[in-house]
Structures are given as C-alpha cells and as structure tokens.
C-alpha cells in the first residue's frame, strides 16, 4: 500500500510520529521551516536582531538553517550575512567550502570566505599533525570550536552584525550538555540554550534549529534537493562520549516519540532557575578579545601552530575576505 500525504494525498515522503502526520515533500519541508520560525518566536531569537551572521560549515545542518532561515528572516527585516571558513583540512574543507558557497548563492546571500590558513597561518591539518607529538591537553575537535568560535566572533564584531546564527540542533544540543553534565563543567550548560546574550565584545549567539533533531534535518535538506557536504571530517572520532549518547537517545526516540524535544524543555526549565553563570570574562592580551584568561585560547594556538610551521602571521585581526 501507497503511504499518502495526510495533508493532500499526494506521495508520502515521511512520517512524523510524534505528530502522527504522514507528509510529502512539500509539506515536510513546510512543517519544517514552520516549526523553526517557532522557535525563533518562541525564544525571542530575532529581538534586537537587525544583521545576522550565518556561519555555514557546508554540513546538512547549516546549509538547512540557511535555506529554512531565509524567508522567514526577509520578513522580519533581519539582514542576513553570510560566513564560511576554510579550515585546511585537504578534501572536506574543499567541498565543504563549496557547499556553503551554493548554498549563499541560491539563498542570495552575501557572504565572507575565511581562509584560516590565509588569515592566520596555520590550518587544522597542522593542529592535528600537532596535537600527538606536542601532547596537547585536548583533542583537535576542542581546538576546532575555538578557531570557529573566535572568528565567528570576530567577523560578527567587524561586520557589525548583532547576532551569530549557527546550525547546531537537538542531538548537539543535549549531547553537549550530558557530556557536560558528567564532567562536571556545569558552567557549560548556558551553551544549551537556543540564545545565549552578548556581554562586552562576546556578541549573541542563535540556534534556530535548537528544537530539530539531526534525522529531521537531514529529511529537510533531502526534501528541498539541497547540496550540502555529506564527506566526513578525517578528525571525526571513532568513539565519543557525544556520539554514544546520541545513539542512546535516539533509540529512546524511536519507541517514546518526542522523547528529545520533551528532555530539552524540562532541561531548559532547570537551567533557568539554577541561574547559572560562566566566569568573569578579562580582554585576550594579545588581540583584546574577550576570554577567560590573559592570552586567549585561539591567541595560544595560534602561537603555537605558527611557530611549529615557523612562519611569521602579519596581524591578529581579522580581515575576512569577500569573494
Ligand atoms: Fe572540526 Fe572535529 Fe568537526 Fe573536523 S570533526 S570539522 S576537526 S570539529
Ligand atoms: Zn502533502
Ligand atoms: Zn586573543
């Protein structure tokens, strides 16, 4: 039997089952799009929002965000500017790079492209190659996030954008915060929510797709026939404490539907009454940026690498380049 479309009897494309609605293509995408403008609704993303930064890796995730992000933002006068970086890692960032490109386009969106090897001299295959024989403390995921924390940050400031939009979803979301949680580092759980407000040059952070999970992502993208990079990141671990409570949870969803959205609420709703705060922020030494400790993070990378390559760096600031 031919699964139909519970809203126009055309060709089923899927289920959602916490919603008991069977949708075709058009209609999933629609509830999709629909469902990340009640977010931005319901948590405020778009207050004082006028310049928008997008940060498109060229992942299912982003380039979703972006395609699901654009009308909806149009009508709400908030001007998008897009932002892709280059992080040097061989093929992936390649067509990482591309899908981001196509996707900005088809969005008609202007956009900045930083070549972090251009701008700062080193890459992420030199961190990697790094990281073993210096023994650094973390893994190069860890050193990832803060070059694309830094010049998300830093672009947003030069370009005057009130808010950086990034594409993390549900399974990020609660991932991050349960490995959080088991490590101790309660102070990282701020990170769980669709919004976290700027302090000082720290500017406002969004999360449109904060209420969407990975597979629901993934549908939207393959309903609209959007390009996004489906390569792996060489550096992916094998094994995480992340990846396994993904899957954890995500066996959870499939026999109790909604399962994760229901976790995230309650999540949220403790978070704002336990009131908690990250630490005293001071101005990064070396290129005045915010941090939590004299030289910033990417500032001690950045040192690091370029005397491992043994290149000299022009200059810490940032000048994206507009292609
Ligand atoms: Fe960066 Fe790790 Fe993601 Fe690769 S897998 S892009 S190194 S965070
Ligand atoms: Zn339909
Ligand atoms: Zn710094």
Redesign the pocket.
């Known amino acids: 039997m031919v699964l139909r479309c519970s809203l126009c009897g055309s060709r089923a494309f899927t289920r959602v089952r916490y919603s008991r609605l069977t949708l075709c293509r058009r209609h999933y995408a629609e509830f999709f799009e629909r469902r990340v403008k009640n977010t931005v609704e319901r948590y405020r993303l778009f207050k004082n929002v006028k310049r928008l930064l997008v940060c498109v890796?060229g992942g299912k995730d982003s380039v979703a965000m972006l395609y699901a992000l654009k009308p909806y933002a149009e009508k709400s006068n908030v001007e998008l500017l897009g932002l892709t970086i280059d992080?040097g890692?061989g093929e992936?960032s390649k067509c990482s790079v591309e899908a981001a490109v196509e996707a900005f386009k088809n969005n008609d969106v202007e956009y900045m492209l930083v070549d972090l090897s251009a701008e700062y001299g080193f890459d992420?295959d030199t961190v990697?190659e790094n990281v073993e024989k210096l023994r650094m403390p973390k893994?190069?995921?860890s050193y990832?996030?803060s070059v694309?924390r830094y010049i998300f940050n830093k672009v947003a400031l030069d370009s005057e954008c009130d808010a950086v939009a990034t594409g993390h979803n549900l399974d990020d979301l609660l991932s991050f915060t349960l490995t959080s949680m088991a490590s101790g580092q309660v102070d990282l759980l701020i990170k769980l929510q669709p919004k976290n407000r700027g302090v000082d040059r720290l500017v406002t952070r969004i999360r449109p797709l904060a209420t969407l999970t990975n597979r629901e992502t993934l549908l939207y993208v393959m309903s609209i026939g959007a390009s996004y990079v489906d390569l792996?990141?060489?550096?992916?671990?094998e094994r995480s404490m992340q990846k396994t409570i993904v899957e954890k949870l995500s066996e959870i969803e499939h026999k109790y539907p909604g399962f994760k959205l229901a976790l995230y609420k309650s999540l949220l709703r403790v978070l704002r009454k336990a009131e908690v705060k990250t630490g005293p922020l001071v101005h990064c030494e070396k290129c005045g940026m915010p941090s939590s400790t004299r030289i910033c993070s990417f500032c001690r990378l950045k040192s690091l690498m370029t005397e491992r390559i043994g290149e000299k760096t022009t200059e810490t600031r940032v000048t994206a380049r507009r292609v």
């Open positions: 890796s992080l890692i992936y992420l990697a893994g190069v995921c990832c996030g694309k792996e990141c060489p550096y992916t671990p």
